[in-house]
């Protein structure tokens, strides 16, 4: 409310907000990716048993990279929308 008091613009108050919903958005699902791509083998030689009808194992890499870009996608608008929604619901001028 300073910023908008000072003459700011909605852009140069929404930015900071913006970027970090964006790097939020991207990081998470690379994060969690990794670390699932990383723990898959792992974990898998447990469950291979009890899952053996179920379970396809290895993950083949590029559709494993289509599930992660889809991730980054929905991340990226989530974050992005709920920032800018509530900076707007604070920031009426």
């Known amino acids: 409310q300073i910023l908008a008091l000072l003459g700011a613009s ?8 913006f970027l970090e919903a964006l790097f939020y958005g991207i990081s998470a699902p690379v ?18 048993d009890l899952l053996r009808d179920i379970l396809v194992l290895p993950i083949p890499p590029l559709l494993f990279l289509k599930f992660l870009g889809i991730a980054i996608l929905v991340g990226v608008f989530t974050s992005t929308t709920g920032s800018l929604l509530a900076v707007r619901r604070y920031l009426r001028f």
Do not use: C, E
Request: hydrophobic share 50%.
């Open 10 to 17: 909605r852009w140069f108050i929404y930015q900071p907000f």
């Open 31 to 48: 994060i969690a990716g990794l670390v699932t791509y990383v723990t898959i083998p792992y974990l898998a030689s447990v469950y291979q």
